[in-house]
C-alpha cells in the first residue's frame, strides 16, 4: 500500500502531455449552413483544465517530473520478472486514424542522411516521430522510443559538429502561466536509436523548454523559462547566460523565447520583450537591441545567406505585434507590414487571432534573404522582405487557398534547399517542394503519422462490429470503420468532446464540441445536425441514458444539465444541485436503476441523484473521498452498491471503491505509481477485477484489494501514453481506449476467441496483391482460405489473385474454435480490349462483373434499378451503376468508387472514353470526376481539372468542397440522363489503363446522388490478353541478333512467335516460344542472321506475336537492331507514311514534330508513347523534316507523307 505525506509518494509519475485548442478543424467542418464553422476554442482555456484536472492539490503545480521514477519502476518490475498482477492475455490493436495527426511543434531535417528523406518530428501529445522517406506521397512513421509516447516535445536539434549527437527539448511554457513541466533535455549519441535524459537538466531550470540551438563547435543553447542555458560539454554542466540578473542592459524576463545562429556564427536569443545578439558563441550577451514596437513574445528567423539579415515576429497581448526585419545585425529594426487573412474571423491586425503565445513561426529561405514565411493560423510569404504579403493557406481551404491545418508552430527548411520547406501544426506536419514559387503548394505528410489526442470515444452496441467515434482535441470527433489501422471520418469539427452511440437504437448518434454544443446523427451517422445548449465546461463531461434516451451534463457551478428528448429535440433544462459543491467532472447513468445518475465534482464528491430526468433527489456519498477531480464513476451492473471512483490529481490516491453505496470507501492504489487515472472499467465476468487508463497506459489488476491491491502495465500493443477514456460493448465484452497522443486502440481482454477479418483493396485488378487483416478476438493462430485455392497461416497475409472474378474467403482461428467465412468478399476485375462496347459489358447487362465498387466511407455505388428522384432509371436496358440504390440521400464524408475494367490501350490510335449519367448533388461541394490508372490502380489521377464542354460542370475555385480547390468535378444537378465524352488518346500505347468514378461528399446537406449507365471506350481494336509484356529487346550478339521478352500474368497463353522485318513493314516469322504461363516468366529466342545465305545489313527489326489458346493474338512494340557500325543511331519508319510511324531509337523519346519546306512547325507530339506516333489532322501528303528529340539528343530526318 502506498503511504506519502501530502505531495511525495514512494513511487512517482509524470503528465505524458497536454491538450491545447484552438478551434480549427482538419478537413472540412461545414456545419449547417455553409459558412458556419466552430470559432476559436481557446487553448489557454484547454491548458487551464488540465492543470486543475492533474495538480498535485498539496502544492498547486502538475509535478510532471515524477514520471522519471515511475516509468523506472515499471521496468523495474519487468526486469525482475514480477510483472505484478496485470490481468492475462491483454493486447491493443492500433486503429489510427493513420490520416489525422496531432499537435506538433518541430521538425528536423536528419544530417546524416545525403538524400535529405530522413526526418524528425515531435508531437506534443504523442512523442517522437521518424520517417526514413519523406518522399513518399504516404511517408512511413516510426514512433521512437518506448517513453517517448508522453513527453511534450517542443524541438529537436542536431550537432553540426557530430552529426551523430541530437537534443531534444520538452515542456511548453507559453503562455505566461503555470504550464505543464517537461522533463528537461534528452540526447542522443547514435543518431536517434537510443535517448536519455540529460541529468543536469532534470529540475527547475528546464522545466518549460522552449528551442534549442546547436553552434559548429558543439555549444547548446536552450531558450528556458529561467533563461537561456548554455552548455559547452554536451550537457554535463550549464550556465545561464541571458535573463535578469547577469547585468545585462535591458534583460528584464527570465523567459526565453526564442534562440537562433545567425551565418557568421552570431547568437540571437530573445526574452519576453527583447532581442539580444552574442558574437562569442553565446558566452556572453549585449544589451537589449532598440525595437520600435512593444513586444512580449518574440520568434526569430535569421537568413542564411546573410549574416546581417535578420527576422523578428513579434506578440503583445496575445495578438501579433509586428514583423521587424535588421538588414545590420540588429544594429537598426523596422517594422514591416503585417500579412492579413482572407478570413473575416480572423482580424486583420492580427493574423494569430488573438492566439500569437501559442502559434507563432517564422522561417527565411536559406538561399534568398528577402522570402520569408510566417505562421499563424494560416501560413503568408512575402518576397521582397515584409513588404508586401501573399497568402499560402487556409485552415479550412476557403477563399481560394489550399488547405492546411490550422495554428502553425514551426517552419523549417531543408538545409541548403531553396525548394523543400517543412510546417508542423495541430493537423501534423506539411511539406512544400517550390517554396520558392509565387504561390508553393502543400502536401501533407502526415499519413501514417499516428498522433491524435483523443479525449473520448464510443462504441457501437452491436457485437463484433468495427464502428467507434471519438473526441479529438482541435481535430473534430471521428468515425471508425475497422479494426485495424487506418483512416477515420472527420463527421464534426472544431475540438471534438464526448461523444455516445445509443445502445438500444445505435441509429442515434451524438458529439460534441465545447460548451455544451451538440451534434446528432439519427441515421448511424450518415449525417449530423447541430444542436446547441449554454453553460458546460471547456469539454464538458456528459453521459447518455440509453433507455430513458437522456443526455446529461455539465452546466456550472452546483448544476447539471439534461437534454430529455435528444433523439429527437432540443429541449434541454438545469437542475440546481446545492450538494456538487461544484460544478460536473464526472456522470454516469447507472445500468441498473432508471433514472439514477451518479455524478463526479470538482470538490472531490461523488452525488448520486435519483429522478434525475424530473424532480431529482440529490445524496452526497463522499464521506472519506480525497479532494480532487473525479474524472470517472464506475458502476457494476446489476449492482448500484458497488462503485469505483477515478481522481486525475498527482499528489493524492486515485482509485475509490465501495461495497456498500457510498458509506464506505477504500483505496484501491496499491503499489500503483504516483500518477493521474482517468478511467476505469470493471472484468464485466469478475467484479474482483478491473483495467484503468493512467497517465502511463493501461494498468490492470486481477485482485482488487485496497491498500493490497496489486497492479501491473498493460500496455502490449499500446505506449507509455496518456489514456482518457475506456468503454466496453456490453453484446461481446470488447474495449476501446482513446488516447491522448496516439489515437484509438481496442483490445479483446473480456471476449471468447471469435474469427473476424477485413481487407484493403479488396476490389483490384489480377496480379494486385489484396491486403487481409484479421480482426479476430483471442486468436492464437490462423487459417486462411483465400477461395482460389491458396491458403495461407498467417496472421495478416497478403494474397495476389490470378483470374478475375469473385471470391469467397474464410477465417478459421484456433485450429477452428471459430471460423467466418464471406461470400463474394474479393472482385478481382478483369483485363478488356478495345473498343469496348455497351454490348460487351459498358451496358452493366451483360458481364456484370466487369466493374466493381470501392468504398472507403460513405455510400457505395451499387447495380440496378433505382426509384429514388434524381438518380432513377436508367439510359437504357435494365441496370445502371447508383450510389445508394433505395437510400434517399447519399451519407455525408462520402468516398466511393466505381472501378471499370482494365483496358489495353496499346496501339496507337485515338481513344474515346464516353458514358451516360445523371445526378443530384450539393451544389458547389459535392460530386464525381473521372479518373484513370496505368498501373493497375496502383495510383490515380484525376481525367482533367478544368470545366470543359461535355466534360466536367464545375470549378472548384474556393477550396471548400469535396475535391481539391481548382480542381473541377460534376457538380450540381442534371435531370436527364446526359452523355459525357473525353479524349483519351493521351493513354495510347499503355499496356494498362483503368478508369473509376470517384464521388465525394461532404461533412453536410445532401442529396440523392448519382447514376450512371452505358459506358463505352472507342479506339483501335486491342485484344486483351491474359499477359503483361514487361520487356521486349533485340541486341546484336556477335553475328546474329538476340531477341529477349519477360512476361507477367500469364494465363491461357499459348505461344510467342518472332517475326523479323528488314524494312519495319513486312514481318516473316523466324521462330516461336512456347508460353510457360506463370506468373512471372523469361524468354530469349536467338536469331542466327549469320546462316542466312544473303547477307543482312542497316538494319533489321522484330516483333512479336503473341496467341492465346482461343486464337486470339496481339502484338509487341518493334525492336531494332544495326547491323553496321556506321548506321544512324535515330531513325523512323515507315517512309513513306500514311499517318503512322515508328521511331527506332535506344533512348527515350520525348518529342517529334514535322516542319514544311519553308521551316514552320506543322505538327508536335509531346506524349510518344512506345516509340508509336499517331499524326493526327489533316497533314497534306508531301516531304517534310522529322525532328526526334530523345533524352540523349536531337535528330532530323527527311519523311514523305502520302495520301
Same mark, same amino acid.
Given at each position: ?26 478537413? @472540412? &467542418? ?16 484547454? =491548458?487551464?483544465?488540465?492543470? !486543475?484536472?492533474?495538480?498535485? &492539490? ?57 538524400? %535529405? ?38 524541438? /529537436? ?88 540578473? =547577469? ?45 520600435? /514596437? ?60 488573438? $492566439? ?29 522582405? %515584409? ?12 477563399? %481560394? ?13 531543408? &538545409?541548403?534547399? @531553396?525548394?523543400? *520547406? ?27 503519422? /499516428? ?78 445536425? @447541430? ?63 432508471? +433514472? !439514477? ?45 458497488? =462503485? ?35 478511467? /476505469? ?85 489480377? +496480379? ?107 439510359? *437504357? ?292 508513347? +512506345? ?14 523534316? =522529322? ?9 532530323? $530526318? ?6
Amino acid at each position: 500500500m502506498r503511504n506519502f505525506s501530502p505531495g511525495t509518494r514512494a513511487f512517482s509519475l509524470v503528465v505524458i502531455t497536454f491538450a491545447f485548442l484552438a478551434g480549427l478543424s482538419c478537413s @472540412n &467542418p461545414r456545419q449547417a449552413n455553409q459558412s458556419a464553422r466552430p470559432e476559436e476554442d481557446g487553448p489557454r482555456e484547454m =491548458l487551464e483544465r488540465d492543470i !486543475r484536472m492533474m495538480k498535485d &492539490p498539496a502544492l498547486g503545480i502538475v509535478p510532471t517530473e515524477r514520471l522519471v521514477a515511475a516509468k523506472a519502476y515499471r521496468d523495474e518490475l519487468w526486469r525482475q520478472q514480477r510483472p505484478g498482477a496485470a490481468l492475462s492475455g491483454v493486447t491493443w490493436k492500433n486503429f489510427g486514424p493513420n490520416n489525422q495527426g496531432g499537435r506538433s511543434r518541430t521538425v528536423l531535417v536528419d544530417a546524416n542522411d545525403a538524400t %535529405g528523406n530522413t526526418v524528425w518530428t515531435g508531437s506534443v501529445g504523442g512523442g517522437l516521430w521518424k520517417t526514413t522517406d519523406i518522399s513518399a506521397a504516404s511517408p512511413a512513421w516510426t514512433a521512437v522510443d518506448d517513453l517517448m509516447g508522453n513527453l511534450s516535445i517542443s524541438d /529537436i536539434v542536431q550537432d553540426p559538429s557530430n552529426t551523430l549527437v541530437m537534443y531534444l527539448s520538452t515542456g511548453e511554457g507559453y503562455g505566461n502561466i503555470d504550464g505543464i513541466r517537461g522533463l528537461g533535455v534528452w540526447k542522443s549519441v547514435n543518431g536517434g536509436t537510443s535517448w536519455s535524459q540529460i541529468s543536469a537538466t532534470n529540475n527547475s531550470n528546464f522545466y518549460y523548454c522552449q528551442k534549442m540551438a546547436v553552434t559548429s563547435t558543439g555549444v547548446v543553447l536552450v531558450a528556458t523559462a529561467s533563461g537561456l542555458q548554455r552548455s559547452p560539454d554536451g550537457g554535463t554542466t550549464w550556465t545561464k547566460v541571458l535573463g535578469t540578473g =547577469l547585468g545585462i542592459t535591458g534583460a528584464a524576463s527570465n523567459f526565453c523565447y526564442d534562440v537562433d545562429i545567425a551565418a557568421n556564427g552570431d547568437v540571437f536569443a530573445t526574452l519576453n520583450g527583447s532581442v539580444h545578439r552574442s558574437t562569442n558563441a553565446g558566452v556572453t550577451f549585449a544589451a537589449a537591441q532598440t525595437l520600435p /514596437i512593444t513586444a512580449g513574445r518574440i520568434e526569430l528567423a535569421t537568413a542564411p545567406s546573410d549574416a546581417n539579415y535578420v527576422y523578428a515576429l513579434c506578440e503583445n497581448g496575445s495578438a501579433v505585434a509586428g514583423v521587424l526585419k535588421t538588414v545590420n545585425g540588429g544594429t537598426t529594426w523596422t517594422s514591416q507590414t503585417e500579412p492579413a487573412d482572407a478570413d473575416p474571423g480572423i482580424p486583420a491586425a492580427d493574423f494569430s487571432r488573438t $492566439q500569437a503565445w501559442y502559434d507563432l513561426t517564422i522561417a527565411v529561405n536559406p538561399t534568398n534573404r528577402d522570402e520569408i514565411f510566417v505562421g499563424g493560423v494560416d501560413i503568408f510569404k512575402s518576397t521582397n522582405g %515584409g513588404s508586401t504579403w501573399t497568402q499560402v493557406t487556409h485552415w479550412y481551404g476557403g477563399f %481560394g487557398y489550399q488547405y492546411a491545418h490550422a495554428d502553425q508552430h514551426c517552419i523549417r527548411f531543408k &538545409p541548403g534547399s @531553396n525548394t523543400i *520547406a517543412y510546417f508542423t501544426n495541430d493537423g501534423g506536419i506539411f511539406q512544400t517542394s517550390n517554396a520558392n514559387a509565387a504561390s508553393p503548394t502543400l502536401t501533407s505528410k502526415g499519413t501514417n503519422y /499516428i498522433t491524435a489526442q483523443f479525449y473520448s470515444c464510443a462504441i457501437h452496441p452491436t457485437a463484433q462490429t468495427s464502428y467507434y467515434l471519438a473526441g479529438a482535441q482541435d481535430n473534430g470527433s471521428h468515425q471508425f470503420t475497422s479494426n485495424s489501422i487506418a483512416g477515420s471520418v472527420q463527421v464534426t469539427g472544431g475540438d471534438g468532446a464526448f461523444v455516445h452511440i445509443d445502445q438500444d437504437q445505435p441509429q442515434y448518434q451524438f458529439t460534441s464540441y465545447v460548451y455544451n454544443d451538440f451534434y446528432r446523427s439519427s441515421n448511424g451517422g450518415a449525417s449530423w445536425t @447541430n444542436v446547441t445548449t449554454t453553460g458546460g465546461d471547456f469539454i464538458s463531461p456528459t453521459d447518455y441514458d440509453n433507455t430513458g434516451n437522456i443526455l446529461y451534463m455539465c452546466d456550472g457551478n452546483n448544476n447539471y444539465r439534461r437534454w430529455t428528448n435528444a433523439q429527437t429535440g432540443s429541449t434541454f433544462s438545469q437542475v440546481a444541485v446545492a450538494a456538487f459543491n461544484g460544478f460536473v467532472t464526472a456522470v454516469t447513468v447507472s445500468p441498473n436503476t432508471a +433514472n !439514477r445518475v451518479f455524478f463526479g465534482t470538482s470538490s472531490g464528491r461523488v452525488v448520486r441523484v435519483d429522478n434525475a430526468n424530473g424532480a431529482a433527489t440529490a445524496t452526497n456519498i463522499s464521506t472519506g473521498l480525497p479532494a480532487g477531480t473525479p474524472t470517472c464513476v464506475e458502476v457494476e451492473t446489476g449492482n448500484d452498491n458497488h =462503485l469505483l471512483v477515478t481522481y486525475s490529481n498527482y499528489g493524492i490516491l486515485n482509485i475509490w471503491e465501495t461495497s456498500d453505496g457510498g458509506t464506505t470507501w477504500k483505496s484501491d492504489d496499491g503499489n500503483l505509481p504516483d500518477m493521474p487515472v482517468r478511467w /476505469i472499467l470493471l472484468n464485466p465476468s469478475n467484479s474482483a477485477q478491473a483495467i484503468i487508463a493512467t497517465e502511463l497506459g493501461v494498468w490492470s489488476t486481477d485482485n482488487l484489494a485496497g491498500g493490497a491491491t496489486v497492479w501491473g502495465a498493460s500496455n502490449s500493443g499500446l505506449a507509455n501514453v496518456r489514456v482518457d477514456m475506456l468503454q466496453m460493448r456490453q453484446s461481446d465484452k470488447y474495449v476501446i481506449a482513446a488516447t491522448h497522443g496516439r489515437g484509438l486502440f481496442g483490445s479483446d481482454v473480456f471476449t471468447t476467441p471469435t474469427s473476424l477479418f477485413t481487407a484493403t483493396n479488396k476490389t483490384t485488378y489480377r +496480379n494486385m496483391a489484396v491486403q487481409f487483416n484479421s480482426e479476430s478476438y483471442r486468436a492464437t493462430s490462423w487459417s486462411w482460405d483465400f477461395g482460389d485455392g491458396n491458403t495461407s497461416t498467417a496472421e495478416n497475409p497478403s494474397h495476389v489473385y490470378a483470374n478475375a472474378g469473385v471470391y469467397n474467403v474464410t477465417l478459421s482461428i484456433n485450429g477452428g474454435a471459430s471460423s467466418l467465412t464471406k461470400n463474394s468478399f474479393v472482385q478481382i476485375l478483369p483485363n478488356r480490349g478495345t473498343p469496348y462496347s455497351i454490348a460487351g459489358g459498358g451496358g452493366f447487362e451483360t458481364n456484370t462483373a466487369d466493374f466493381g465498387p470501392q468504398t472507403t466511407s460513405g455510400t457505395a455505388w451499387e447495380l440496378g434499378n433505382s426509384a429514388i428522384a434524381g438518380k432513377n432509371g436508367t439510359h *437504357a436496358g435494365s441496370a445502371a451503376w447508383v450510389t445508394g440504390l433505395t437510400a434517399s440521400n447519399y451519407a455525408d464524408n462520402g468516398d466511393a468508387s466505381l472501378l471499370t475494367p482494365n483496358y489495353n490501350f496499346t496501339l496507337p490510335g485515338t481513344y474515346t472514353l464516353r458514358f451516360w449519367s445523371k445526378f443530384a448533388t450539393e451544389a458547389g461541394y459535392d460530386g464525381f470526376r473521372v479518373e484513370y490508372s496505368t498501373n493497375k490502380g496502383a495510383s490515380w489521377l484525376p481525367l482533367g481539372t478544368t470545366v470543359a464542354a461535355g466534360w466536367y460542370n464545375f470549378a472548384n475555385t474556393v477550396g471548400d468542397a469535396s475535391f481539391p480547390v481548382n480542381e473541377a468535378f460534376f457538380n450540381g444537378t442534371v435531370a436527364a440522363y446526359t452523355q459525357y465524352t473525353r479524349d483519351v488518346s493521351f493513354l495510347a500505347g499503355q499496356g494498362n489503363v483503368s478508369f473509376r468514378l470517384r464521388f465525394k461528399s461532404d461533412v453536410n446537406t445532401n442529396a440523392a446522388g448519382v447514376a450512371v449507365d452505358d459506358f463505352e471506350i472507342l479506339g483501335p481494336e486491342n485484344v486483351s490478353l491474359p499477359i503483361q509484356l514487361l520487356q521486349f529487346v533485340a541486341e546484336k550478339q556477335q553475328s546474329d541478333v538476340l531477341v529477349k521478352w519477360s512476361t507477367a500474368e500469364e494465363t491461357n497463353m499459348n505461344r510467342y512467335l518472332v517475326e523479323r522485318s528488314t524494312d519495319g513493314i513486312l514481318f516473316t516469322q523466324v521462330g516461336q516460344k512456347t508460353a510457360l504461363n506463370g506468373a512471372d516468366n523469361q524468354y530469349q529466342f536467338t536469331d542466327m542472321i549469320s546462316a542466312l545465305p544473303v547477307r543482312l545489313s542497316g538494319y533489321v527489326y522484330y516483333r512479336l506475336k503473341m496467341l492465346d489458346k482461343d486464337g486470339s493474338y496481339t502484338y509487341s512494340s518493334i525492336a531494332r537492331v544495326a547491323l553496321n557500325e556506321k548506321a544512324d543511331i535515330v531513325t523512323a519508319g515507315p517512309n513513306p507514311f500514311k499517318d503512322r510511324i515508328t521511331i527506332y531509337s535506344p533512348s527515350t523519346v520525348t518529342k517529334v514534330s514535322f516542319y514544311d519546306a519553308a521551316g514552320k512547325m506543322v505538327y508536335q507530339d509531346n506524349a510518344v508513347r +512506345n516509340n508509336q506516333v499517331l499524326v493526327k489532322g489533316d497533314l497534306p501528303k508531301g516531304t517534310y523534316i =522529322l525532328k526526334i528529340e530523345t533524352i540523349t539528343g536531337v535528330y532530323r $530526318q527527311k519523311m514523305v507523307k502520302m495520301d
